[in-house]
């Protein structure tokens, strides 16, 4: 199955009863391996988890460190362009070169990587003292 499929169906899985809005994402580690995630929201928290923090989780306790490739999907107008917090926990699993599609269920697309969606990204190599 390819990651926009995969991304597609883990959509329909979103917990959303405060946005009503639904994404779905799905990454390739360097493993190979597949891992998926929905956003996840709650009562105390109604922006809860998005769905690419979900897919990290998985990847990460599916014993993988590195993401390849990155799919993103919602309904929405334009590609859905993942939030400044996501964009930190993708850059700390990724190179900046890593390929990431926005998607819309309209059929829009955007591609782009990880380095222009988080540019001048904060890194462990700022932490070192001269
Ligand atoms: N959301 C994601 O899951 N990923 C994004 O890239 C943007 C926003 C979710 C969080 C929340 O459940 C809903 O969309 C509205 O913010």
Excluded: W
């Excluded at 991304?7 to 639904?22: I, T």
């Excluded at 699993?93 to 990587?113: I, K």
């Amino acid at each position: 199955m390819s990651l926009e499929d995969a991304a597609r169906d883990v959509r329909e899985m979103a917990y959303v009863p405060y946005s009503n809005f639904k994404v779905g994402a799905a990454l390739r580690a360097d493993t190979g391996a597949v891992f998926v995630g929905c956003n996840v929201e709650n009562v105390a928290y109604p922006e809860g988890t998005c769905a690419e923090a979900g897919a990290i989780a998985a990847m990460i306790a599916g014993g993988a460190r590195q993401i390849k490739e990155l799919v993103v999907i919602a309904d929405s107008p334009t590609p859905v362009p993942p939030c400044g917090g996501c964009r930190q926990k993708i850059a700390e699993f990724a190179a900046g070169d890593v390929p990431v599609t926005l998607l819309s269920m309209n059929g829009a697309r955007l591609d782009t990587t990880v380095a222009a969606l988080l540019p001048g990204a904060f890194g462990a190599d700022h932490m070192e003292r001269g």
